[in-house]
């Protein structure tokens, strides 16, 4: 069943009572559903526990942001929600959701006891030099701002051209899409003196098991687990894994 939050400017669902203890946020076009196993079973582990997944703006039943922004703007739009938790929360974020969590708690660190990430792209992929988009690409979005080429052809263009999730975004999120994709999070990590729970698939290509390895080196107080045989969904493909880790950082708050 869906709630409301932040005044119905956000929606997702709650797990157990009010407050909570678990805030849950999810990747690029995914939605509050990916933690429904690994909630369900931390409930069932932990009666006491609360927990809340969200619907980022643009996702699931949420509304989109009216302008485009990157991680930290969500971490101010997800902000509110902070309210309906304990006074210091468990960060979950997995891949987008990660990014924002991160921003959460370098932003509010007094209302963050710890955060789980999943398949976070944090770093640059040391594998990968960054991607610059084709030359005809760059051409025909040259010419489309000086008004020498049509919307209809410069959306041609973005299709043939763009990532899968680019083709797939429309109106304000494609703007944020390209912004989030550019950014990268070594001063956040730096800031952050909660314990960080770093739980990754062993074959997640989407963010390599070397990202949190790199992100290990500039946390104060990180732990990483790798899961064999599990690629980037940690949420859906190892839940158990997920609400393990999740058990282990309210134990010791």
Do not use: K
């Not at 299709?159 to 494609?174: I, N």
């Amino acid at each position: 069943m869906l709630s409301s939050f932040a005044d119905g400017s956000l929606f997702g669902s709650r797990v157990g009572d009010p407050p909570a203890d678990v805030l849950a946020l999810h990747g690029w076009g995914r939605s509050h559903a990916d933690f429904d196993t690994a909630l369900t079973g931390l409930a069932e582990s932990r009666a006491a526990t609360g927990a809340i997944a969200l619907d980022l703006p643009g996702f699931g039943a949420s509304p989109a942001p009216t302008a485009p922004c990157g991680a930290a703007g969500y971490a101010e739009m997800v902000c509110p929600v902070l309210d309906e938790c304990s006074p210091r929360v468990v960060l979950i974020g997995h891949s987008f959701g990660g990014r924002v969590a991160v921003e959460l708690a370098t932003r509010f660190p007094d209302a963050v006891a710890a955060l789980v990430l999943c398949g976070v792209p944090l770093l640059r992929r040391a594998d990968r030099p960054a991607a610059r988009p084709a030359m005809r690409f760059r051409l025909a979005r040259n010419l489309h701002r000086r008004g020498l080429l049509g919307d209809d052809a410069m959306e041609r263009m973005r299709q043939r051209f763009g990532s899968a999730d680019y083709r797939s975004a429309t109106g304000v999120m494609r703007d944020v899409l390209v912004t989030v994709i550019n950014e990268t999070y070594e001063a956040q990590l730096g800031q952050i003196s909660q314990p960080v729970e770093l739980v990754w698939g062993h074959d997640d290509d989407s963010a390599p098991v070397d990202v949190a390895r790199r992100a290990c080196g500039i946390l104060a107080d990180a732990q990483l687990t790798v899961l064999d045989g599990v690629g980037h969904f940690v949420p859906t493909e190892a839940a158990p894994s997920l609400t393990d880790a999740i058990s282990r950082r309210l134990d010791v708050l």
